[in-house]
């Protein structure tokens, strides 16, 4: 778990933008992503037989190490990253459940 609090925080905003529907895919539901990628998203950097990017390997284990993480597991690894990026979990907790204000929002004071 170390590993992916690690890359999250190296991630720049664009592959946060990117991650998000991965963790939403692997952590909550599945709103029409395509293997936890947005559709054509898993060729990206493949094309003309590039290897693919430091981010796209991340990605690619996040997806497998998590595959059979139980819940608490789960819970552990969005706290951490509640911590790190506020401003990103409340997008995960939008898109999880739109309808649900999200809980690290500050428009409740």
Avoid at 38 to 58: A, K, S, W
Avoid at 59 to 86: A, G, M, N, S, V
């Amino acid at each position: 778990m170390r590993y992916l609090i690690q890359w999250f925080g190296e991630f720049s905003d664009m592959q946060k933008a990117d991650f998000l529907p991965v963790l939403v895919q692997r952590f909550g539901h599945n709103r029409g992503y395509v293997n936890g990628l947005l559709p054509g998203m898993e060729t990206l950097g493949r094309l003309d037989d590039r290897p693919p990017t430091l981010f796209q390997c991340r990605i690619e284990l996040f997806t497998e190490w998590t595959e059979y993480w139980d819940i608490p597991q789960k819970d552990r690894l969005l706290q951490q990253i509640r911590e790190i990026d506020p401003a990103f979990f409340a997008k995960y907790e939008k898109e999880v459940d739109p309808d649900v204000k999200s809980s690290s929002s500050d428009d409740h004071v």
